[in-house]
């Protein structure tokens, strides 16, 4: 009988402590020390609410995906630099939720913030927003740096998920120290196998992801 009260607490435990698909790791585990603050887990993004699926601060992302950023982190450490992250493994709930909140027309508590001169109504037609999203294949991040002396964002020239043609990678409206930084953020993710989403600077895709056909739907707790 204590056998298998051991048992089931040991299942138990095992559950509630948030085990992940085999090949996905929580990122913390592999570099503590990475800034990461989810947008969707707060009201801090384009829809104003917390997103569907996003029940904890904790980046999850495939193995491979994890270990490359943290070649990056190093990398960026020489040069007084750090990432930090906004979003990685996104659930298709968390998907959903964008596309139940498209259709609204009249939800736009914070489209002043984040598509001023996009129409919401044309936010998946424009490719802002992926109703199959690389995200829930668990190798896409979106991420920008940080000066480590002054704790400060580097200017990227636009605010994270700023839908519009100002986050376009090679957008010319931006003073040079602004594109500057979109290079070095695009050059170190494309030196360590990413690669970049036209539309927007800050989201990267690992081009060898091992789940290139599968969208998971698992919470992130
Ligand atoms: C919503 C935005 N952060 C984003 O990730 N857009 C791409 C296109 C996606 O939804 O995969
Ligand atoms: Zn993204």
Request: net charge positive; hydrophobic share 35%.
């Amino acid at each position: 009988m204590k056998q298998i009260i051991r048992f089931s607490l040991l299942l138990y435990s095992f559950y509630s402590f948030g085990q992940l698909p085999e090949g996905f790791v929580y990122v913390n585990e592999i570099i503590p020390s990475l800034n990461v603050e989810l947008k969707y887990f707060s009201e801090k993004n384009f829809i104003g609410k917390p997103i569907e699926g996003y029940k904890s601060n904790k980046l999850i992302l495939t193995k491979q995906t994890a270990e490359a950023l943290k070649l990056i982190n190093k990398h960026l450490k020489n040069k007084r630099l750090s990432l930090k992250v906004y979003d990685g493994y996104r659930p298709q709930r968390a998907v959903n939720h964008f596309i139940r909140w498209a259709k609204n027309l009249n939800d736009t508590i914070n489209k002043s913030i984040y598509y001023p001169n996009v129409n919401k109504k044309d936010l998946f037609k424009e490719e802002y927003i992926a109703a199959k999203s690389g995200h829930s294949k668990g190798s896409t991040v979106d991420l920008t740096i940080i000066d480590t002396d002054t704790g400060k964002l580097l200017d990227m020239g636009s605010i994270y998920d700023f839908f519009g043609v100002q986050s376009w990678v090679n957008y010319e409206g931006i003073t040079e120290e602004q594109k500057a930084n979109r290079k070095l953020l695009h050059e170190v993710m494309t030196k360590f196998g990413f690669k970049n989403y036209p539309r927007e600077w800050w989201h990267f895709t690992l081009k060898d992801e091992p789940f290139s056909n599968s969208y998971f739907d698992f919470p992130v707790e």
